[in-house]
């Protein structure tokens, strides 16, 4: 490349280290995006200003050649009336405009030529631009799903093993032990009860057995009797 090559390498050569350093990288490809358009705003000035020559010396060219047929068709003029001495001038001036003509047909090419050496320049480099443009919108996509797996391993990696986690452990500690107390009182509920019973048993079997006792004795007494 020539006049604008150092935009495609710098594209090429910067791009990643951009990347890497930025802490925004949607922000850095924007920026870098103008940086872009700014120079592709001068280089379509620079080719502006070429043409501008290339057109000037064309001009230059054509009037020096019409110049030069002009002069030759008054040469022939001035002799068919004699007047050889104006042919002389007309011709003189004749060789004149046609030096001129050369001089200027060497630079119109050679302005031409660089013209269109930089209007092809100046396209690769709007092909370059569009191109990463299309390309930013996927490394914008990119950042922020990369944001949002960073976001999410994030919050995985500290997800239950900080204090949520021991929260829920002392909850379930503190759960446990009040089964456990529940567990306890239920247990000493019903031995108190199995004890009462066994006691209002024991007093029930005594009374039956005072009861056929008597009962048998009272038998007794009527038979001997």
Same mark, same amino acid.
């Given at each position: 490349m020539?006049?604008?090559?150092?935009?495609?390498?710098?594209?090429r050569?910067?791009?990643?280290?951009?990347?890497?350093?930025?802490e925004?990288?949607?922000?850095?490809?924007?920026?870098?995006?103008?940086?872009m358009?700014?120079?592709?705003?001068d280089?379509e000035a620079?080719?502006?200003?070429?043409?501008?020559v290339?057109? %000037?010396?064309?001009?230059q060219?054509?009037d020096?050649?019409?110049?030069?047929?002009?002069?030759?068709n +008054?040469?022939?003029?001035?002799?068919?009336?004699?007047?050889?001495?104006?042919?002389?001038?007309?011709?003189e001036?004749k060789?004149l405009?046609?030096?001129?003509?050369?001089?200027?047909q060497?630079?119109? +090419?050679?302005?031409?030529s660089?013209a269109? %050496?930089?209007?092809?320049?100046l396209q690769?480099?709007?092909?370059?631009?569009?191109?990463?443009r299309?390309?930013?919108?996927?490394?914008?996509?990119?950042?922020?799903?990369?944001k949002?797996?960073k976001e999410?391993y994030?919050?995985?990696n500290?997800?239950g093993?900080?204090g949520?986690?021991?929260?829920?452990?002392?909850?379930?500690e503190?759960?446990l032990?009040?089964?456990?107390?529940?567990?306890?009182? +239920?247990?000493?509920?019903e031995?108190?009860k199995?004890?009462?019973?066994e006691?209002?048993a024991?007093?029930n079997?005594?009374i039956g057995?005072?009861?056929?006792?008597?009962?048998?004795k009272?038998?007794?007494t009527?038979?001997?009797?």
């Amino acid at each position: 490349m020539g006049l604008f090559k150092r935009v495609s390498d710098n594209i090429r050569a910067n791009l990643n280290s951009l990347l890497d350093k930025a802490e925004e990288p949607e922000k850095m490809l924007d920026q870098y995006l103008r940086d872009m358009e700014e120079d592709i705003a001068d280089a379509e000035a620079a080719v502006a200003r070429q043409l501008a020559v290339a057109w %000037k010396f064309k001009a230059q060219l054509d009037d020096a050649l019409a110049m030069v047929e002009k002069r030759g068709n +008054q040469a022939i003029e001035a002799l068919n009336r004699e007047r050889e001495d104006l042919a002389r001038k007309a011709l003189e001036d004749k060789r004149l405009n046609k030096a001129k003509a050369e001089d200027y047909q060497v630079q119109y +090419q050679s302005c031409n030529s660089t013209a269109e %050496k930089l209007r092809a320049e100046l396209q690769e480099m709007k092909n370059e631009y569009e191109k990463l443009r299309i390309k930013r919108d996927a490394l914008v996509s990119r950042v922020e799903a990369a944001k949002a797996q960073k976001e999410i391993y994030g919050v995985m990696n500290g997800f239950g093993t900080k204090g949520s986690r021991r929260n829920f452990e002392r909850m379930e500690e503190k759960v446990l032990r009040m089964e456990a107390e529940a567990y306890v009182a +239920q247990d000493l509920s019903e031995k108190a009860k199995s004890l009462d019973l066994e006691l209002e048993a024991l007093g029930n079997d005594q009374i039956g057995i005072e009861k056929e006792l008597s009962e048998l004795k009272e038998n007794l007494t009527k038979k001997k009797e």
